[in-house]
């Protein structure tokens, strides 16, 4: 099956730094990613959502400027945490799906802690 | 837009004893219900999958089934083993272009 990768899988920072999470899909073009974030014991909550060369569309509620998200290239999306603080603290998922394929398939997930 | 509600939120299952977590959604134009299962620290993977044209899907010890009328779909999953424990997701999507929209997940505890 499809493989999505992510890096890092765990990342500890200080308030006020910003995190960069990259997403990879190893075996198959994708054409559309999402992030998505996660809190303990609750379902995915869907941040944004990008295509391959074009400005990534936020979910209502998603600080645009704060979670940056770069879609340069059909294997390649990155998230990038923006000052962050302890309440970013959270699992952050990336999805891929390609257009020939209805599936969407998830990485790995990367635990992000803000001290 | 889309609406899922998942039930039960908790499931404990006697190993070997059969599950099922039943999901229902709002939006007719649904098309699309994929089932995924999310163990701890890990992201979600896709385990069955059901398009609105068929009204059930196997895979070995798991079955998806769909009622389009009622706008129901359940997960079943037969001769349960410790390594099924875990949180499912069900979810469903419009159309192809339309993101996921997911249920709040139900946590199965398989008991030995």
């Known amino acids: 099956g499809a493989v999505v990768s992510q890096h890092p899988s765990w990342v500890i920072c200080k308030s006020g730094t910003s995190v960069k999470i990259e997403c990879r899909s190893l075996d198959f073009q994708a054409t559309t990613m999402f992030w998505y974030r996660q809190f303990p014991k609750q379902s995915l909550m869907l941040m944004a959502t990008s295509n391959e060369g074009s400005k990534a569309t936020y979910e209502q509620g998603v600080e645009k400027d704060k979670f940056l998200i770069n879609h340069a290239s059909l294997t390649l999306s990155t998230l990038t945490v923006t000052s962050a603080h302890p309440e970013d603290s959270s699992f952050y998922i990336c999805?891929?799906?390609?257009?020939?394929?209805?599936?969407?398939?998830f990485g790995p997930g990367t635990r992000l802690t803000v001290l | 837009g889309e609406n899922v509600e998942q039930h039960p939120s908790t499931l404990s299952v006697q190993e070997g004893d059969s599950a099922v977590i039943k999901c229902t959604y709002s939006d007719s134009a649904s098309n699309y219900f994929p089932w995924y299962k999310q163990e701890l620290g890990k992201g979600p993977q896709l385990i069955i999958d059901i398009r609105s044209n068929v009204g059930e899907k196997k895979d070995q010890r798991i079955a998806v089934t769909l009622n389009k009328t009622a706008k129901h779909f359940s997960l079943h999953i037969t001769e349960t083993q410790p390594e099924d424990s875990a949180v499912y997701f069900c979810?469903?999507?419009?159309?192809?272009?339309?993101?996921?929209?997911f249920g709040k997940g139900t946590r199965l505890h398989i008991l030995p």
């Open positions: 979810a469903a999507r419009p159309n192809r272009d339309d993101k996921i929209i």
């Open positions: 999805s891929a799906r390609t257009f020939s394929y209805n599936e969407q398939f």
